[in-house]
């Protein structure tokens, strides 16, 4: 996922999952694959001008018929941040006029969709580095934020530890139990946002070899799997075969 990076709770008592971008990124965007989807849409100033959210705006590149942004800076409408600008647009979501696209397929990733069909779109969240906690139907804009490393030339894009976020968190009522495929960058936000949750929760961790001591936090219970590049995906599809062999 790259730039965007970026996923509440079904109102029954269902298995629920949880899919954090480590990559960061969004679909379709000026840069590539990894980069947020300008066929997303993005949230617009009152002058038109496209928002581009990313993690240090005063960090980024001189923008070109557009401004940069932090989900929480202060937006042209007086007293209203662009987070809460969002919040806005999604009590509406039938109308859609900026064509953003639900915070499940703004990545150019499969597996988001696939874990969409498999558990069901509510019982799915992602864990995203520029928004939080987030329904998986939730209408989101393009952005470019991540917790991983980046390459000094785009570092812009970082999210630091002590930045501050209002980071929405989706998860409002208690699942039967959560799983969640994530990179260590996203493990800070994750623990913090599901403190209160006191049901099952698993998550996949990777490693090259597996540890006599595997990480711990408390509540959680991890599960081991060997590490490579975007690792999840494969952890991911390895649940969704699971589940599916458990209907037959």
């Not at 679909?27 to 849409?41: D, F, K, L, T, W």
């Not at 806005?88 to 499969?110: K, W």
Request: contains cysteine.
């Amino acid at each position: 996922m790259g730039q965007r990076h970026a996923r509440a709770c079904c109102a029954r008592r269902m298995p629920f999952s949880i899919l954090a971008e480590c990559p960061t990124r969004p679909i379709r965007s000026n840069a590539i694959m990894r980069s947020p989807v300008e066929s997303s849409g993005r949230i617009r100033t009152q002058a038109g001008l496209p928002v581009s959210f990313v993690a240090q705006p005063l960090q980024a590149p001189t923008p070109t018929r557009s401004i940069y942004a932090r989900p929480d800076d202060q937006s042209d409408v007086p007293g209203r941040s662009w987070r809460q600008q969002v919040v806005q647009y999604n009590l509406t979501p039938e109308r859609n006029s900026l064509r953003l696209l639900r915070a499940f397929e703004l990545y150019d990733v499969a597996i988001y969709r696939d874990l969409a069909r498999s558990v069901g779109v509510n019982n799915l969240l992602i864990l995203s580095a520029g928004w939080g906690l987030v329904r998986a139907d939730y209408l989101l804009p393009s952005y470019d934020i991540t917790f991983s490393a980046c390459k000094p030339k785009d570092a812009y894009k970082r999210r630091l530890p002590g930045d501050e976020y209002l980071d929405f968190c989706h998860l409002t009522s208690e699942p039967e139990s959560i799983v969640v495929f994530a990179s260590g960058p996203y493990l800070p936000m994750l623990w913090r946002l599901t403190d209160r949750v006191g049901c099952p929760k698993t998550f996949y961790y990777a490693t090259k070899v597996q540890p006599q001591d595997p990480p711990a936090h408390r509540g959680w219970t991890g599960q081991w799997h060997r590490a490579y590049t975007n690792w999840q995906y494969e952890a991911a599809k390895t649940f969704i075969k699971c589940l599916r062999e458990k209907r037959i």
